[in-house]
C-alpha cells in the first residue's frame, strides 16, 4: 500500500515549528465527515459474510519498541478473522514530543503499511485522530497520507474536554470531547470526539474510557459508532488488540 499523498509524509528531520505548519495543511485537507463506500452496519467481528456481501477489511496498527527501534505492526481482519498480518521495523530518529507522535512514529508506520497487500476500507489507530492541539494526530496524519478512512483510539486525553465526567461510567456510555483553547485551529465547542466507555465491571466500575476520534472520512459519531462494534467485549478494538499482540511477537525475533 503506497502513499496517495506523500507530501504529507510526517519528516522527521524537520524543526518542531515545520513539524506543526505540515500538520496545520494535514488537518486542512482531512475530511470529517463520512466518505466510504462501505457501510458501517457491516462492520463487526461476525465470521463469513455478511448479509449484503463480503464484510469490510479493518486495519489495526499499533507498535512495539526495541531501544531505538520501532517494531511497527498492521494487522487486516474481515469480521473477526484475520486475513493479513504485515511488521516493519526501523529507526526511532526523535524523541517522544506530546502531539508531534506522528513525527516520530510515522515513518516506521508508513514502512509497514508499505508491506501491506491488502487495501483497507479502514483502518484504526493506537492514538489520537482529531483530539490533538492542531486537529492533526497519527490517525489523521496517517489517513490522509494513505486517503484511507481513519479512526483514531487513544487511552489518554491529550487536549480538548468532556462534556460531562467520565469517572465510573458503565459499559456502552459516551459523551463528546469538545476543543477549547488548547486545539489551535478548531473553535471552542466544536465536538472533535467521543470519551467511549468500552468495558466496565458491574461491581468495581475502574475501567477508564478510550478516547476515540476521526482520522480522515469519517465523522465524529460514526467513528464512535465504528469502534463500538469493533471491541467484543474487551476494552481495545480487536484490530489494534491483534495488531498489539502481533507487534509484541514480532518484537520477540529480534531480541
Known amino acids: 500500500m503506497r502513499p496517495a499523498n506523500p507530501e504529507f509524509l510526517p519528516d522527521p528531520a524537520l524543526s518542531r515549528e515545520e513539524m506543526e ?6 488537518a486542512d ?42 517494531v511497527s505492526a498492521i494487522v487486516v481482519m474481515r469480521g473477526g478473522e484475520v486475513v493479513e498480518r ?8 526523535i524523541p517522544y514530543v506530546p502531539g508531534l507522535l506522528s513525527f516520530r512514529e510515522g515513518g516506521p508506520i508508513v514502512a509497514a503499511f508499505e508491506e501491506l497487500d491488502s487495501d483497507p476500507d479502514l483502518v484504526v489507530f493506537d492514538g489520537s485522530g482529531r483530539i490533538h492541539f492542531r486537529q492533526a494526530g497519527l490517525a ?7 486517503d484511507v478512512p481513519s479512526v483514531g483510539v487513544a487511552k489518554n486525553l491529550l487536549c480538548g474536554r468532556t462534556t460531562e465526567e467520565t469517572d465510573g461510567r458503565p459499559e456502552g456510555w459516551r459523551t463528546e470531547v469538545l476543543a477549547d483553547d488548547s486545539v489551535e485551529n478548531a473553535a471552542a465547542g466544536d465536538p472533535i470526539g467521543h470519551a467511549y466507555q468500552s468495558r466496565q ?14 482520522g480522515h472520512r469519517v ?37
Open 21 to 26: 505548519d505540515l500538520q496545520f495543511e494535514v
Open 29 to 70: 485537507a482531512a475530511e470529517w465527515t463520512d466518505a466510504f463506500e462501505f457501510d458501517p452496519a457491516e462492520v463487526s467481528l461476525g465470521t463469513g459474510a455478511s448479509l449484503t456481501g463480503e464484510r469490510p477489511l479493518v486495519a489495526g496498527v499499533d507498535q512495539a519498541f526495541l531501544d531505538e527501534e520501532a
Open 86 to 93: 504485515v511488521h516493519a521495523v526501523t529507526d526511532l530518529d
Open 140 to 146: 489523521t496524519h496517517l489517513g490522509v497520507v494513505f
Open 201 to 214: 465491571y458491574d461491581s468495581e466500575p475502574i475501567i477508564n474510557p478510550l478516547y476515540v476520534s476521526p
Open 219 to 255: 465523522s465524529v459519531a460514526t467513528a464512535t459508532d465504528l469502534v463500538s462494534r469493533l471491541c467484543g467485549g474487551y476494552k481495545l478494538p480487536e484490530p489494534t488488540r491483534e495488531a498489539d499482540a502481533y507487534a509484541e511477537e514480532a518484537k520477540g525475533e529480534y531480541v
